[in-house]
Every structure is written in structure tokens, then in C-alpha cells.
């Protein structure tokens, strides 16, 4: 039987016709009276937690469930929880949290010329790996030559598309597949030539013309927009990755990719007490390196704002969000760093940078999303530090500015 018969009224057969009463005063009918139930008419299935309740009540009135019972939830809770872990977050053996390479990789000087102008870009807006390609997009003018998809997290955890058309294309908002006309990005990859079963990530560069996946890989994706496509950026004097600076961003990579920027995911997605210790010690020991550092620094390698800043925003903005709940990383909040708040600010008072930031994607995407760390799916009440209002307070980093006190007009203008 459907769900749908179960909650269509049942086809009754038809009653025989009333016969004519009658008119003997012995054989007068009484009045007759129909008492509906208002349970009985309803169509509507009955309330599981309701009757969980009544059961609950039945079985041991107002005292807690039996301690048999609580056990037997554990184990099978647990144990469940751990199979969506192992599918959501592959671990090594000591269950710490191990991130899958991306497939597709690619370098500015692999992509030829012919196919630069046929580029899409997909991202998620909850995602701090796809926030970076947005950001160097937007810092280098190249919204126009690379169009975008915006993809949202479904309620399995995949990146489906909406079909609610966006009037305004520079506003980034989930809506629907602009290059494709898929329901789900799934459905993006697997139209390559040759298919694909991977994991369906974002960010992810399409070339339209070849229906082929030009790369999936983050790092890869902000090199090629911050130097490979300046015949097609607006700014293209603007450089991220200056050959001066190069080693430096290299180490600072080094230091927060580990640490910071999956150093987050290692606490959330830690599957045992030794792997979170182990993650969470490390995580703030970067956070108070970089914050000892940028008390004389106004960014990472001096003066110039580097796609090291960057990708280190990109969790910073996220960190009291939904880091600091959700994946456990309670030590302080980034609010309590004056340095490491200050050095968030001044990247987000760059216009381009402050319109890629989608505070409510941010929170649904995790909150809503990560079943197996938030079963109930309640979102947390958005934290002070994080409002827009505080993150445009001053925040007189220019000061430490040591041959331009206003830096940032490079990226504004």
C-alpha cells in the first residue's frame, strides 16, 4: 500500500436506500443523531512524536527511560554515526580526519588561450574552499569573463541547483545551473567525456565548449584567476602572488593550510578523543602565531594584501560562525584575537571581498546540513563579532602600512 492511499479517505461502498417510514404510531422513528469524532474525519496521519509520547508515558510514566534502553540508543547511534562519518569525512587509523586530493588539478599554463573565454565557474557559498575563488574572481575583474553557478546543499548533503532564476547575475545567491541546466552538480560532473563517480566538489572550473571538468582543486583554481586570465581581467596590474613574495606565501601556506584551514575540519571531524586533542592543540597554536605576527604586520608578507591572506580569511570569517560550535573549536573565539579580528576586517571592508561573504548560506549550509554533527538541525543565533555592523568598525590596520598607509586603494579602485 502507498503513502499516498494511507492518507486518501477509504473508498466505502455505497449504502442501500432508506426505506419510507412508517405511519403507525408504534413504528415512528426517533430522531436520528450522527456524532462525528474530529479524530475520525481528519486526513491527517497521526503525530509520530505523539505517539512516541503516549508510548514513553505507558511504559514508565514520568521517570527517565530504563538504563537498557539508553545504552542500546548509544551503541546503535554510534554506530551509525559512524558509518555517515566514514562516508562525510574519510579518517586514517587513528580516526583523525584525512581530506581526499582533488581529481582534477591544472596550472595557469595549462589552460590555452582558446579556452579561457569559455570558462564556468561552480561553487557553494557555505564552502571556504569555493569563497576563495570568489574573492580573487572579484579582486581581479574577472566576474564577467568566468560566469558562475551557485549550487546549495541538499538535504543529503550534495550541491543541487535552485530553479529560481536570478535577475541579477552579480548577485550571489544559490539559483540554477547557468551552463548546464542540471538539477545537481553530480549531474555537472558526470556529463564529462568519460563520466565520473568521485566526489562532487566545489569549488569546480567547466569548460563550456569542451563539456569537460578543467579543475577542482581550490589552490589551482585562485593561481589561474590571479594570473593565468589577465587578458580577460579588469585589473590585471593586480597580483596576489608577486615573485617577490612567492616563498613567503608558500610558507605561510604551509603553516595555516594543515593547521587553520583543515585544521578546523580535524577538530569537527575528528571520530575519536585522541585525533580532536591532537587537531585542536594545533589549530591554536597556529592562531596564536599568526596573531603574535600580525601585531606588526598589516597581512601576512608585509604591506600587500596575498592570496595567503586570502585563503586564510576565508576560515576567518567562518571561524565564530560556525567553527567555533559546531566543530568544536571552544577554545576562544576570533573575537578574542584583537589581531587576527582586525586583519579579517580589513579584508572585508574591501567592497569586492565584503559581497562575496553570504553570512545566512554560511550558517544554513552548516548547521542545516551536517546531519551527523547536528542531528536536530537548530541553527544557532548569529554571534555579535560576526555581524556586519562590527566587522566595519576601523580597524587601523593601515597603521602598520610601512610604504603606503592606504594599501588598500589597489584593491578597491
Known amino acids: 500500500m502507498s503513502c499516498t492511499s494511507l492518507l486518501s479517505p477509504p473508498n ?61 540508543v548509544r551503541t546503535a547511534w554510534n554506530s551509525t554515526w559512524r558509518i555517515m562519518m566514514s562516508q562525510l569525512a574519510p579518517s586514517d587509523p587513528t580516526l583523525a580526519y584525512t581530506r581526499p586530493p582533488s581529481k582534477f588539478r591544472a596550472t595557469p599554463n595549462q589552460i590555452p588561450r582558446q579556452a579561457q573565454t569559455s570558462l564556468h565557474l561552480y561553487v ?38 535552485s530553479s529560481t532564476l536570478i535577475p541579477d547575475p552579480n548577485t550571489l545567491v544559490p539559483g540554477p545551473d547557468n551552463a548546464n541546466g542540471f538539477k545537481t552538480l553530480k549531474e555537472v560532473y558526470k556529463s564529462r567525456a568519460g563520466g565520473y563517480d568521485g566526489r562532487s566538489t566545489v569549488p569546480m572550473l567547466w569548460d563550456v565548449k569542451k563539456r569537460e571538468v578543467v579543475c577542482n582543486e581550490s589552490y589551482d583554481i585562485i593561481q589561474l ?22 616563498q613567503k606565501i608558500e610558507t605561510w601556506n604551509s603553516i595555516i593550510y594543515p593547521n587553520v584551514n583543515n585544521g578546523v575540519y580535524r577538530c569537527g571531524f575528528a571520530q575519536s578523543q585522541q585525533a580532536y586533542d591532537t587537531a585542536v592543540n594545533e589549530l591554536f597554536d597556529a592562531l596564536d602565531m599568526v596573531e603574535d605576527h600580525l601585531g606588526s604586520s ?31 573549536c571552544t577554545k576562544k573565539k576570533l573575537i578574542e584575537y584583537p589581531n587576527l579580528h582586525a586583519f579579517m576586517r580589513d579584508i572585508y571592508q574591501i567592497p569586492e571581498v565584503a559581497e562575496t561573504c553570504n553570512f545566512t548560506s554560511i550558517m544554513e549550509g552548516y548547521y542545516k546540513t551536517l546531519f551527523p554533527l547536528n542531528p536536530g538541525g537548530i541553527q544557532p543565533v548569529m554571534p555579535s563579532g560576526s555581524e556586519h555592523e562590527i566587522l566595519c568598525r576601523p580597524h587601523n590596520r593601515d597603521s602598520l602600512s610601512v610604504k603606503d598607509k592606504s594599501a588598500a586603494a589597489l584593491y578597491i579602485s
Open 225 to 246: 584567476f590571479n594570473s593565468g586570465l589577465n587578458e580577460l581581467a579588469r585589473k590585471p596590474g593586480l597580483d596576489l602572488s608577486p615573485p617577490p613574495l612567492k
Open 124 to 161: 557553494g557559498l557555505p564552502c571556504p574552499w569555493a569563497h576563495r575563488t570568489l574573492i580573487v574572481r572579484a579582486l581581479k575583474g574577472l566576474n564577467d569573463a568566468v560566469p558562475v553557478s551557485i549550487a546549495a546543499p541538499g538535504q543529503d548533503g550534495s550541491w543541487q541547483f
Open 12 to 72: 466505502l461502498p455505497t449504502p442501500p436506500p432508506l426505506k419510507e417510514p412508517s405511519t403507525a404510531k408504534w413504528a415512528k422513528p426517533k430522531p436520528i443523531t450522527c456524532h462525528v469524532s474530529t479524530k475520525m474525519s481528519s486526513n491527517q496521519p497521526p503525530d509520530p512524536t505523539s505517539l512516541l509520547s503516549s508510548a514513553a508515558k505507558l511504559l514508565w510514566g514520568p521517570s527517565l527511560p530504563p538504563g537498557l534502553l539508553i545504552s542500546t
Open 298 to 328: 598589516r597581512f601576512l608578507c608585509g604591506d600587500d594584501l596575498t592570496l595567503a591572506d586570502v585563503c586564510l580569511f576565508t576560515t576567518l570569517i567562518r571561524f565564530d560562525l560556525v567553527y567555533n560550535v559546531l566543530f568544536k
